[in-house]
């Protein structure tokens, strides 16, 4: 894009020099001077180069611009016109602001909405409020593809409002992926178009703690505008309590003294072109203890071997869901039942339990499937807030074995499970703690693996989380030149 800069006057105090080093994610590859311009908010825009791909009347981008101007400048509201910044698609990923001129080019509309957040960290002002920003030259991408958050509303429902902010804050990390784990056991908030009785029984209130297709269509809609596609969860066979409150056929009976117990034990849909099918922690005692269960299995030849039959229910949906031309994505139970039945069917497996997770994520990719690796960000677990450290030393790739293997980790996410969240604990337990495993998912690790050199960026980044309306919980003793002034 390009800015016309001036010099502050000469009868002006000098800004204080702020570090364009300063940004989170670290970007690959950066290089700055003292050399500072002042930004008018009076007379500034965002626009389109002359040679982008993409031009005026993208509603994702023009959104954008709008958007970045107000997180730039917020004490203003309209964009001027006198002074453009152009962003081009279709061009190598870089930014540069140097004397009088900048640009920002991007081979896709993503990388223009990254390079956006970046441009906006690098604006600061001085003590009498003016704005600024240094001669800059950056080039950037992101160290892996996949880079999630997941959110469980079934154990604690979420407001809209509360997945919206969290979709804002991700973006401002460079998050690309919202993991809705949607249902589970406890409460079924999906309202389906479909099984209707599912959300009318199985939600905590009907009325009040569901998710309308209209809320899911607003929160898809949102996500996209800022870079990032909603994964939505169906965790069967396991973890589906709820379901059978308004399905009474769907769930497999538990038997106790050769009749039904009234206890429980199963599948649905979104526009992404993965899905997570879920597949964990399934308990096998209410299919042990059926005899219409037991007969089946002695038909296909399964003799007593339970696992072999939840590998042959995973091996069915995950069909299905191939034959909608969606890609499946399991956590790691599935992989380890599927040992005994072969693993042809699996695509993408989230390795999540504790331990050795990497020996978990050598022997996944030994076998050629896909990894995304979530065991050592689960953010809900006990554990002073203020310990980010911990979520940023993690090396995903510190593992035994050939570049092919280690290309099949796509990416990683923070789990944020609702045993104890809800909307009034969220941000300040997710944030800025997720931004530790954004940094590891987007940046150099050889250039990010020192805690101490990180933590004065992360306070800093904090700081602009609280100025932009995200309550993110405190790192240690301080303040914040602008600190949350409340929903």
């Given amino acids: 894009f390009r800015l016309a800069l001036r010099r502050p006057p000469r009868d002006r105090p000098t800004p204080h020099h702020r570090d364009p080093g300063c940004l989170w994610p670290l970007p690959h590859a950066l290089t700055s001077s003292v050399e500072q311009y002042p930004l008018n908010p009076q007379t500034f825009a965002f626009d389109y180069g002359k040679h982008s791909a993409t031009q005026q009347g993208c509603s994702l981008l023009d959104a954008a611009f709008r958007r970045y101007f107000s997180l730039i400048f917020p004490d203003y509201t309209i964009m001027k016109t006198a002074s453009k910044i152009y962003c081009s698609v279709g061009f190598p990923d870089n930014l540069s602001v140097s004397a009088g001129q900048a640009s920002l080019n991007a081979a896709t ?65 460079k998050f690309n992926v919202f993991h809705w784990h949607i249902v589970d056991d406890p409460s079924f908030p999906y309202q389906s178009r479909s099984f209707p009785e599912l959300s009318k029984k199985g939600a905590f209130h009907p009325a009040t703690h569901v998710y309308t297709q209209s809320d899911v269509r607003r929160v898809i809609s949102y996500a996209r505008m800022r870079g990032i596609r909603v994964l939505p969860e169906f965790d069967s066979p396991g973890h589906t309590g709820s379901w059978g409150k308004g399905q009474s056929d769907l769930l497999t009976p538990c038997y106790k003294g050769g009749a039904p117990s009234g206890t429980f034990e199963v599948t649905s849909v979104f526009p992404d072109s993965y899905i997570h099918l879920g597949g964990d922690e399934v308990d096998f005692s209410c299919w042990r203890s059926n005899p219409h269960v037991r007969a089946f299995m002695q038909k296909m030849g399964f003799g007593g071997d339970f696992p072999k039959l939840e590998a042959f229910y995973i091996e069915n949906i995950v069909n299905i869901t191939s034959a909608n031309n969606k890609t499946s994505i399991v956590w790691q139970d599935v992989f380890d039942y599927h040992e005994r039945v072969g693993r042809s069917a699996l695509s993408v497996v989230e390795v999540w339990k504790h331990g050795c997770y990497l020996c978990k994520v050598r022997q996944v990719t030994k076998a050629g499937l896909r990894v995304i690796l979530a065991s050592p960000w689960y953010l809900d677990l006990p554990g002073p807030t203020h310990n980010w450290a911990r979520y940023y030393t993690v090396w995903p790739l510190a593992f035994p074995g050939s570049e092919k ?63 932009r309306g995200i309550q993110a919980g405190p790192l240690n003793v301080g303040h914040c030149k602008h600190e949350y002034q409340g929903v």
């Fill in 109 to 173: 509309v993503w990388g223009i909405l990254r390079g956006l957040e970046t441009f906006s960290q690098l604006v600061y002002q001085d003590d009498l409020g003016s704005y600024f920003v240094n001669e800059t030259f950056i080039e950037d991408f992101p160290r892996f593809q996949f880079r999630g958050v997941l959110l469980d509303t079934s154990r604690h429902y979420l407001p809209v409002h509360a997945i919206l902010k969290t979709l804002d804050a991700m973006s401002y990390s």
């Fill in 405 to 467: 293997q280690k290309r099949l980790v796509i990416g990683g996410e923070v789990c944020m499970w609702g045993e104890y969240v809800d909307a009034t604990n969220l941000f300040p337990k997710l944030w800025p703690r997720a931004s530790a495993a954004a940094e590891r998912l987007w940046s150099d690790e050889k250039q990010t693996s020192s805690v101490e050199k990180a933590f004065p960026r992360l306070e800093d980044f904090r700081c602009k989380l609280l100025r």
